[in-house]
């Protein structure tokens, strides 16, 4: 099987002088992109790393992140990207834990690197100019060396990602070439992709959106147009200019784009295929996504870190909330909740814990330096992944949350997903979070936060829910009007904050909307 190096030297020899990836100023023809990347691997070669070392990379979508993933893949070192946005002693913790051998920050992170304990003692690479011994990331690609050979195989450790570490430490979890090259053959095909296609690349490459986007670009003689930081305004203008042809973004950033001042007077003709992943997509969303675009393809792609992708659905528009069902390097069930075997099979319409095949082409083998996480996923052969789902009368998969996030009130069990799908089909909901709070008569009751777009209040929200048919014991008792809803960098629901009180109410409609 190929490994990723020899995957992209397939694309250069194939498509020399088609345009490969864009940034800024910088537009770079996969021929001009594999010069840069083997000047790279020679630099690496004189710093002393090595195949097998891990190079941490504190950056943004930038081109010169995607080249460093690149020349990572030829010269056998392990991609390690972490958040940019990551504090000295967390940066501490990653360098720690993946036995870093160098990092690699630029501006933003600068200070954060330079506080950090560890760093002081690595290889460390700066994108924006050198300082403090730091090597200069535009020095080491300045120099014409040999082309790069690949020298990893399909078996060796291509990319190392991290959890999300919202209950704990985060977890690294390694990936091999051939499971990553196995996921971007199938995210090209579930996503029906074609040659020269172009991705908006703003899905940071220390999360898995963002490495499938660029590997599958690069695969099939894409075009990886880089936004190094979300900005609504910027994303609307590199559509338009650079002809995207494809999004797959997280619902939030969907959200921000169709409810932007400028979308309706921006040209987007040229998106075709939608795709998402990342968190659940509300229905009033979708819908008005759907109508907005009008794509040829809109799928819904449900997976992890540990495993890329479990379920697809590529008609997402004609069944809000379905995952639809197992993507083609997969097979998923749903087994009851505390369930000890994989084998103790959920009834037909019962929610239970999602898991997955461990087997997969796709699947990572366990946690980095974490045999007791490890021992907890991986069981029977079957990666349980935490998610909460029930199986329809069809066959699709719906995910309902986390097994950590059910609400039990008052002994019955409430899922916060299916209660923010029906607020979220209301006009004066722009973006709404479900939780539960501590209750001494219920134990726990279901909260409603609500980020207001129009004058509404609870009593009409509490109507609405009722009149959508939503269980009395569903039903919110509480509706708290928020300035925002919390969300992770990626754009998922910080539940947990909401429940720590760790957010700020509502001051009140500007003039004229209230």
């Known amino acids: 099987m190929f490994d990723l190096g020899t995957s992209f030297l397939a694309s250069v020899e194939r498509d020399p002088d088609a345009l490969a990836i864009v940034d800024r100023d910088v537009r770079l023809t996969y021929r001009q992109w594999y010069k840069r990347i083997s000047a790279l691997v020679a630099a690496f070669d004189a710093a002393g790393l090595r195949a097998g070392d ?47 051998k160098a990092v690699v920050h630029q501006d933003i992170s600068a200070a954060a690197i330079t506080q950090s304990k560890h760093a002081a003692h690595l290889c460390r690479i700066a994108l924006d100019g050198a300082d403090n011994g730091a090597l200069s990331f535009a020095d080491m ?21 991290y959890t999300s570490g919202t209950t704990s430490r985060p977890k690294g979890v390694p990936r091999r070439h051939r499971a990553e090259r196995h996921a971007a053959v199938a995210h090209v095909a579930q996503n029906m992709y074609g040659n020269g296609e172009r991705t908006l690349g703003v899905m940071p490459l220390y999360h898995t959106m963002g490495v499938r986007s660029l590997l599958s670009m690069s695969l099939i003689g894409g075009v990886f147009v880089c936004l190094p930081r979300y900005d609504t305004t910027r994303a609307l203008e590199l559509i338009a200019r650079e002809k995207i042809s494809n999004l797959y973004l997280v619902p939030t950033l969907y959200h921000d784009l169709v409810h932007a001042e400028a979308f309706a007077s921006t040209d987007i ?20 996504l759907n109508e ?6 809109f799928v819904n792609h449900y997976g992890s870190s540990e495993i890329y992708t479990f379920t697809i659905d590529q008609k997402a528009e004609l069944k809000p909330g379905s995952a639809g069902r197992s993507g083609i390097n997969q097979r998923v069930r749903v087994v009851n909740l505390n369930a000890s075997s994989a084998n103790d099979l959920a009834a037909a319409g019962e929610e239970g814990e999602i898991v997955a095949l461990a087997s997969s082409d796709e699947a990572f083998e366990g946690y980095w330096r974490r045999p007791e996480a490890t021992a907890k996923a991986l069981r029977d052969g079957w990666y349980f992944t935490g998610d909460t789902g029930v199986v329809d009368k069809d066959g699709d998969l719906f995910v309902t949350g986390r097994v950590d996030d059910m609400i039990v009130t008052g002994g019955e069990n409430v899922s916060p997903v299916e ?96």
Not at 292 to 297: F, H, K, S, Y
Request: hydrophobic share 45%.
């Open 419 to 514: 209660i923010e799908s029906c607020l979220s089909l209301h006009p004066a909901v722009l973006e709404v979070a479900v939780v539960g709070l501590p209750d001494e008569r219920w134990g726990k009751i279901v909260a409603a936060f609500i980020k207001r777009g129009a004058p509404v209040e609870a009593e009409d929200l509490n109507a609405f829910c009722q009149a959508s048919g939503l269980a009395n014991f569903k039903r919110p008792r509480r509706f708290v009007f928020v300035e925002d809803v919390p969300k992770s960098p990626v754009g998922k629901l910080l539940r947990r904050q909401l429940v720590a009180g760790d957010y700020t109410e509502e001051r009140g409609f500007p003039a004229g909307q209230s």
């Open 292 to 297: 907005a675009v009008r794509p040829d393809l």
């Open 269 to 288: 003709g040229s998106v075709r295929k939608l795709g998402f992943a990342g968190a659940p997509m509300p229905d009033g969303l979708l819908r008005k």
């Open 54 to 100: 891990h190079l941490v990379t504190v950056l943004q979508n930038r081109w010169e992140a995607a080249t460093l993933h690149w020349a990572c893949q030829f010269a056998g070192i392990i991609v390690t990207p972490i958040n940019w946005r990551a504090k000295a002693d967390e940066i501490d913790f990653y360098l720690e834990n993946s036995e870093a």
């Open 141 to 161: 690609i300045a120099e014409d060396g040999c082309e790069a050979t690949p020298r990893a195989t399909s078996e060796d450790w291509s990319v190392m990602l």
